[in-house]
């Protein structure tokens, strides 16, 4: 790793200040940049820390509210979302391990913009926004528009402050990933369903961003690309399998 | 340009200069000579690296020290018995080569502060982040069982 | 045996007595060489070739060089100046210390930064370029059988190990040995038999990915070295540094404590040689430690490709065999050709066949290098072997246990060498699998999307022979003792294997044994510890050590007039007149074993066989082709268990990496040798929720009785059956015949849509 400065501003302004500097980049968990740092891939010369902004707090009550900087623990553990939404305590039992859902932040996972990772899938079906502070003040978006392709954002010089997510209701939602190697990889697929006045499917893994489709036609026409996880026609099809079992799951969900 | 930190390290008040791109665990091992927390797949992936840091689990390869100032860190050597979770590990066989079972043993203490009576399940999801090439795997899932009840023994 | 009423009355072996090391491993202060460091110790970190064949026209380091911090950068110019020639390996010197005149494969070490800062060498690294005059490359280990590209021009033979010292200079070929066996005439008999079965597997280039990766530290003076590594060949580490150096054997030190596992990486030579004239270079210990990544670019296991026909006659008996096996050596000959001879001979299987061609070849390609894995070359053999017994039986509509039991070598029956089978439980192990795997009742293979399937794979192993070991065991004033070998404990639980032996022997408790880890400067010589010897050979010269130790005790109590049972401190001070001294015993342990003649034919192959079968039963998804084992059941033969509860973990242990190499790993190249997934990311080992819902893991009772107290190793054993199991099984869930390794769920799928 090449060397860098470590700032931790207790300001969001003083924060969007530090992160001018040419190549800077925010710290939340860290488990994705430490990844990316010692593989060379980016090397920061600044790195902000962005745990003294005080955005830890979930707060439910009708929607759910959670700070960017909630772990992915606090997230799990937290019983007002098991109640009002079991599907996003489900699927962070899955998500990565323990130990990188102790530090990892639900503003870091959804800033990575890595299509593999479940948790923008999910919160974009589940109709979540997400609020961004940038220097010009403060704007929401759902969280599918966050994404411009891999690892991209629309981010403008701005940092997610806090993610907010619709009552669930009675709707049916589920997660489903699909992986096709050891139980703990990457996922080649992922899809995530809300069923109940207008559907929201989103499918993530395969493609290169969080898509929205209307249903199992609109999956042809899906841009995929084969890997490691397997060929474009095999994932193309574990597509169509996993969206009906995803809308099965919906379907019986209780509540 | 190193930093003095400072924090507490399996109970005592220590400190280090710390570069900013070094990890907890290289400071730990090159500062403390303390070696049971490794770097193996360098990824979070296989916990060998497992350090607990204000009593959650993390994996040091991917911790910066200077994170850890003021905070409270526990390794696998703290302590001065072993405690019910090391017995169950040596009672059960549960390791062969040993270089995956401290960052196995912290996890399964963390997993059982959580989850006093885990079945199978719970300990398989709880510990999936923890990798053991000599596939110890069964004989673990055992010693974590034998460690929960004898922890609702004491 | 009788037993005097000494320190136990107790029995030793078999006794799952706990690791003699378990309070250091649950503390995390068991020491590693990962963990070493030295006053003044500089950390290398290597540069490594971005070209998978090339002629090195240009290595640039001036920027590296000038990095503050750096304290040398280092190429092959400079290892010349220390070691003039500077090749080594097991097999063949063929593998430079650090690439000479051509890079030939993708992750060739070319030069090392050396600092002592490892940030600081890491960064340096990056800032060497080198420039490539690039060679076309061979990746298939069939195609490099006459492929123009040629990864080495001259072959170097070594004549380090005495089964490798037929090898003849070769020129212009890929063909690193080629094997060939020949019993009766397989050709006219395969025209006879009623029917007639060729099929082709192919397996895939994995790695073994210990959690504690190579390093290896040196230290020197300007006419000593010592080598703290992590490895299991000390004495021939020694010896083949030595050997570079030019220095006696007495010069050179090589110091191993505990290994974060092996699995077959950490042998011969991998960074030894390097760190030592690294050392002797700076004048100054030098560690280098690899990533997980980098492993990848050290050793792998051999992928394979295997032809094999055999003639059965109308009731189901396997009258001829042909096996022709092509193993990708990668660029690097390692210890590849033994893989290829030794595994080759066991290539038709257990089975009782009349007339076999063997013909096995081991093949450089321009990918990392491959060698010693768990199974040394034995479950690629099974891997088809046990493929085509399963095709041969559905065809034949014989059932697929009865069809290996009608063919099974039998004891006393000549295997394909001629050596008459001993001590080889194949029998009794095929008939533990069925019973364990209910085989007679019918499995409901269900009608819906997910179907249910069995199957089963029995597979046997020779030990490679002859190799020596030596142990010596000291019996200290005040009764304790301590054993000296240069086994290395990698988790298979071997310091505490010595010390049961020893302690039956001695009447002692195994817990209050101590046993010195490997320092050349203190225990005596040892092949190495790989394919499984270590129980049998080294538990065997232990036991003569301590039986040495024992009769010199007698002796002394008979001298000084002392009773037979006598306690042991009692001796020594009636010898010396106060808690001084020792006794000690000295044992050495050579196998016999005769060479193979022109026909690949002997009657003294091995000194004991290792059998292995697994039976599984599964639940294939057709939607997905994604596979569940709901029933992993693995028995082995090995002798006596010296201790059972080790023995079971070390089938279970076995298999369990088994699967890993059955479902989830293969090392992915892009179609310029450039290795895609070098890490745990992209690279994915079994972890707990890969499990088996129910594992079973027996030794049927048997008795070696060639080693120590009946026993012989097991580290293997457990590798052998799975991978064909898994495939057997799929074919019976869904009919689909999977012939590749890794079955993954794709493979599956394919074949069902």
């Known amino acids: ?255 | 340009m190193r930093r003095e930190v400072q924090f507490k390290l399996n109970g005592r008040d220590v400190s280090a200069q710390v570069a900013p791109h070094e990890s907890l665990v290289e400071v730990l091992r090159e500062n403390f000579g303390l070696y049971g927390a490794r770097e193996s797949c360098g990824q979070g992936m296989c916990g060998c690296c497992t350090l607990v840091v204000n009593g959650t689990a993390v994996s040091g390869c991917l911790y910066l020290a200077t994170l850890a100032e003021g905070a409270r860190v526990d390794t696998i050597e703290g302590g001065t018995e072993l405690d019910a979770v090391q017995q169950a590990f040596i009672e059960s066989g549960a390791f062969q080569c040993g270089f995956c079972t401290p960052g196995f043993i912290l996890m399964t203490r963390q997993l059982l502060d959580e989850q006093p009576d885990p079945d199978e399940q719970a300990i398989k999801h709880y510990l999936s982040g923890n990798l053991c090439r000599c596939a110890a795997y069964p004989e673990i899932i055992e010693a974590v069982k034998l460690a929960a009840r004898k922890r609702r023994k004491a | ?753």
Not at chain 3, 674 to 687: C, M, V, W
């Open chain 1, 1 to 255: 790793m090449s060397p860098f400065e470590l700032v931790a501003p207790s300001s969001i302004a003083e924060a969007l200040a530090l992160l001018e500097e040419e190549g800077a980049r925010p710290l939340s968990g860290g488990t994705a940049l430490m990844l990316m740092m010692k593989a060379g891939v980016l090397r920061p010369p600044r790195l902000v820390s962005l745990r003294k902004l005080g955005l830890e707090k979930i707060e439910a009550g009708g929607s759910l509210r959670i700070g960017a900087m909630t772990t992915l623990s606090a997230l799990e553990r937290s019983p007002e979302v098991r109640k009002g939404w079991p599907v996003i305590t489900r699927t962070l039992r899955t998500l990565s391990n323990v130990r990188v859902r102790n530090v990892a932040t639900v503003g870091g996972a959804l800033a990575h913009a890595d299509p593999h990772m479940d948790l923008p899938p999910l919160l974009s079906a589940l109709g979540a926004r997400v609020t961004l502070a940038g220097k010009g003040g403060e704007r929401a978006i759902p969280v599918e528009d966050l994404y411009a392709g891999y690892l991209e954002t629309t981010l403008r010089n701005e940092l997610i402050t806090r993610v907010e997510v619709p009552a669930l209701g009675k709707r049916g939602a589920a997660y489903l990933k699909c992986t096709t190697r050891s139980a703990d990889d990457w996922p080649a697929v992922g899809v995530a369903v809300v069923l109940g006045g207008e559907d929201r499917i989103f499918v993530s893994a395969a493609t290169d961003r969080p898509t929205r489709i209307a249903g199992e036609a609109a999956i042809a026409g899906l841009k995929i690309e084969g890997d490691l996880h397997g060929s474009a026609e095999y994932k193309k099809h574990l597509v169509k399998v996993y969206l009906r079992r995803a809308i099965d799951e919906a379907r019986n969900a209780v509540y």
């Open chain 3, 1 to 753: 045996m009788k037993r005097a009423t000494q320190s136990t009355e107790t029995p030793q072996v078999g006794r799952s007595v706990p690791r003699l090391e378990s309070w250091l491993k649950v503390t995390g202060r068991a020491e590693y060489v990962h963990n070493l460091r030295l006053p003044g110790m500089l950390y290398g970190k290597i540069f490594r070739s971005s070209v998978a064949h090339g002629r090195i026209k240009r290595i640039d380091t001036s920027a590296a060089q000038t990095l503050a911090g750096v304290y040398q950068v280092v190429t092959s110019e400079d290892i010349k100046k220390v070691v003039p020639d500077p090749y080594y390996g097991p097999a063949f010197h063929d593998q430079p210390i650090l690439a000479i005149d051509k890079v030939r494969y993708v992750g060739e070490p070319v030069a090392v930064v050396l600092a002592s800062d490892p940030h600081v060498a890491e960064e340096a690294v990056h800032l060497i370029t080198a420039e490539y005059e690039e060679l076309p490359a061979v990746y298939d280990e069939v195609e490099a059988v006459t492929s123009k590209a040629i990864v080495h021009e001259v072959l170097r033979p070594a004549g380090t190990f005495p089964d490798l010292k037929h090898l003849k200079d070769r020129k212009n070929t890929n063909v690193a040995l080629d094997f060939h066996l020949r019993r009766g005439d397989a050709t006219a008999a395969m025209k006879k038999a009623a029917h007639v079965f060729e099929h082709r597997f192919t397996t895939q280039q994995v790695m073994h990915t210990p959690l504690e990766p190579l390093v290896s530290v040196a230290e020197s003076t300007e006419s000593s070295l010592t080598i703290h590594t992590a490895s299991q060949s000390p004495s021939f580490v020694r010896i083949e540094i030595a050997r570079l150096l030019g220095w006696p054997e007495n010069k050179v030190r090589v110091r191993v404590p505990f290994l974060g596992g092996g699995f077959g990486a950490k042998l011969y030579i991998k960074l030894e040689a390097l760190v030592s004239v690294l050392s002797l270079l700076a004048k100054r210990p030098v560690k280098i430690s690899l990533t997980m990544e980098e492993q990848f670019f050290t050793i792998t296991k051999h992928a394979s490709t295997f032809r094999i026909k055999s003639g059965v006659s109308k009731d189901g008996r396997i009258l001829a065999r042909e096996c022709e096996v092509w193993w990708n050596g990668g660029a690097y000959a390692d210890i590849g050709p033994r893989v290829t001879q030794k595994s080759g001979f066991t290539a038709p299987g257990p089975y009782d066949i009349e007339h076999v061609a063997v013909d096995s070849y081991a093949l450089y390609t321009n990918l990392p290098p491959a060698g010693a894995l768990r199974g040394f070359g034995i479950p690629q053999l099974v891997w088809a072997y046990e493929g085509h017994t399963d095709l041969m039986a559905r065809e034949l509509g014989i059932d697929p246990i009865e069809f290996r039991r009608r063919n099974l070598l039998r004891e006393g029956r000549p295997q394909a060498t001629g050596t008459v089978m001993k001590d080889a439980a194949l029998e009794k192990v095929l008939e533990r699998i069925e019973t364990l795997m209910d085989w007679k009742t019918p499995l409901n293979r269900g009608t819906g999307t997910v179907k249910k399937g069995r199957g089963v794979a029995i597979g046997f192993k020779a030990c490679v022979s002859p190799t020596t070991s030596l142990a010596a065991v000291n019996v200290n004033a005040d009764g304790s003792c301590i054993v000296y070998c240069s086994t290395a404990d990698m988790g298979q639980g071997s310091d505490t294997a010595m010390a049961q032996i020893a302690g039956e022997v001695l009447h002692m408790a195994a817990e209050s044994i101590t046993v010195v880890h490997s320092d050349t400067d203190v225990t005596p010589y040892d092949m190495a510890t790989l394919g499984s010897r270590s129980l049998f050979h080294m538990g065997n010269a232990v036991k003569l050590a301590a039986q040495d130790a024992l009769s010199k005790l007698n002796f002394l109590r008979k001298e000084l007039g002392l009773a037979a049972d006598c306690p042991i401190p009692d001796i020594f001070k009636k010898k010396y007149g106060m808690q001084a001294g020792n006794v000690a015993g000295a044992g050495s342990y050579i196998p016999s074993y005769k060479s193979p003649d022109a026909n690949g034919l002997t009657d003294n192959a091995t000194p004991f066989w290792m059998v292995g079968a697994s039976g599984v039963e599964i639940e294939v998804d057709t939607e997905t082709g994604k596979v569940r084992l709901t029933r992993l059941i693995n028995v082995a033969d090995v002798g006596t268990p010296i201790n059972p509860k080790i023995v079971e973990t070390q089938i279970s242990g076995a298999a369990i990496m088994q699967l890993g190499f059955t479902l989830h790993e293969k090392m992915v190249f892009d179609a310029q040798g450039q290795l895609r997934n070098a890490s745990f990311a992209e690279y994915k080992i079994p972890g707990l929720l890969d499990l088996p819902k129910e594992i079973i893991n027996e030794a049927v009772t048997a008795e070696q009785k060639t080693g120590p107290f009946g026993g012989k190793g097991v580290g293997e054993s457990g590798t052998f059956g799975v991978s064909p199991a898994i495939a057997n099984a799929i074919h019976d869930a869904v009919g689909v015949r999977l012939t590749s390794l890794p079955l993954s769920p794709e493979s599956i799928w394919e074949k069902l849509k």
